[in-house]
């Protein structure tokens, strides 16, 4: 446990390792869409963090935008999002590439999609810093991957509890 951080446990993801895993995405996304108009989208607000570094490691040109969800209570599995903050530009014909902090169940993401989808991007794909490994839909598909963890809670890297250890600029277990 860090000092003064009481409620941490242990350190999953370090600094440089954060660093390492952006590099390696950012390097492979810009080989991936070389010829194409990259579009990030970031789920807010757990994504931010992700998001800036992200795109600074991608060598072509691209643009961004964001999307802020509320999050539906924890254990209530619907999947049911709502948005709070919607895009500010349409995406059709456009190659999307959303980008979240951490899928658990994978519900955002496959509401995220969903809705995406009805707007007619040309490509649609996803990039999540953090999966959990668990069970996720059959018909969701993690296109880019940070890093597996274990599903116990994680907080830093944006990642908050209730809002707290955003700032952190490492990965966390709870203790
Ligand atoms: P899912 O819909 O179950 O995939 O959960 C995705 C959302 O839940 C993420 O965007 C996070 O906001 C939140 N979340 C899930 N697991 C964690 C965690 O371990 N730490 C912090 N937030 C989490
Ligand atoms: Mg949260």
């Known amino acids: 446990m860090r000092a003064g951080l009481d409620g941490l446990g242990e350190v999953l993801l370090e600094e440089a390792a954060i660093e390492q895993e952006v590099a390696r995405l950012g390097a492979q996304i810009s080989g991936d869409y070389a010829d194409k108009r990259l579009h990030l989208i970031g789920v807010l607000k757990g994504s931010a963090l992700f998001v800036a570094d992200l795109m600074r490691e ?31 530009d349409p995406i059709e014909g456009r190659d999307v590439l959303v980008v979240e902090g951490i899928c658990a169940s994978g519900l955002t993401l496959s509401y995220l999609l969903r809705n995406f989808h009805t707007r007619n991007p040309a490509s649609l794909r996803v990039c999540t810093f953090l999966a959990k490994q668990r069970e996720r839909p059959a ?3 993690l296109d880019y991957v940070g890093r597996e963890v274990p599903d116990v809670f994680v907080v830093g890297y944006g990642l908050d509890l209730e809002e707290r250890y955003r700032n952190l600029p490492y990965i966390a277990s709870l203790a």
């Open 58 to 88: 991608i060598s072509i040109p691209a643009t961004v935008d964001f999307i802020s969800i509320v999050p539906y209570a924890q254990g209530s599995a619907s999947g049911v999002v709502r948005i709070r903050k919607d895009l500010d």
């Open 139 to 141: 018909d969701l598909t």
